[in-house]
Nanobody, 120 residues
Framework: QVRLVESGGGLVQAGGTLRLSCAAS????????MGWYRQAPGKERELVAV???????NYADSVKGRFTISRDDAENTVYLQMNSLKPEDTAVYYC??????????????WGQGTQVTVSS
């Protein structure tokens, strides 16, 4: 079992910044991909950004140039730095981790979500 705990959400004005954190704990062994997804009311969950174990990143077109994903493998933590926030960034943000356990079985876990609200 792997537990993901997110923090850093909140209310911010348009143009502001927030930094989300997601710490993984438990039977981790090796985390490969870590990522952030978001879900706005009435919409499907969508990928925001993902980072591989080798540090390669991929971003949704809507956040390129504004958001930066990074990870600290020593702390099993992934971050999402969000700059120049827009009202359309308002959503619940979810952390995701994919990896293998000590038995080399693959796993995928989600965090509980953290609300990000951007006012205009």
């Amino acid at each position: 079992q792997v537990r993901l705990v997110e923090s850093g959400g909140g209310l911010v004005q348009a143009g502001g910044t927030l930094r989300l954190s997601c710490a993984a704990s438990g039977n981790i062994f090796r985390i490969n991909h870590m990522g952030w997804y978001r879900q706005a009311p009435g919409k499907e969950r969508e990928l925001v950004a993902v980072i591989t174990g080798g540090g390669r990143t991929n971003y949704a077109d809507s956040v390129k140039g504004r958001f930066t994903i990074s990870r600290d493998d020593a702390e099993n933590t992934v971050y999402l730095q969000m700059n120049s926030l827009k009202p359309e960034d308002t959503a619940v943000y979810y952390c995701n981790a994919e990896g293998v356990d000590p038995g080399l079985a693959r796993y995928e876990y989600w965090g509980q979500g953290t609300q990000v609200t951007v006012s205009s």
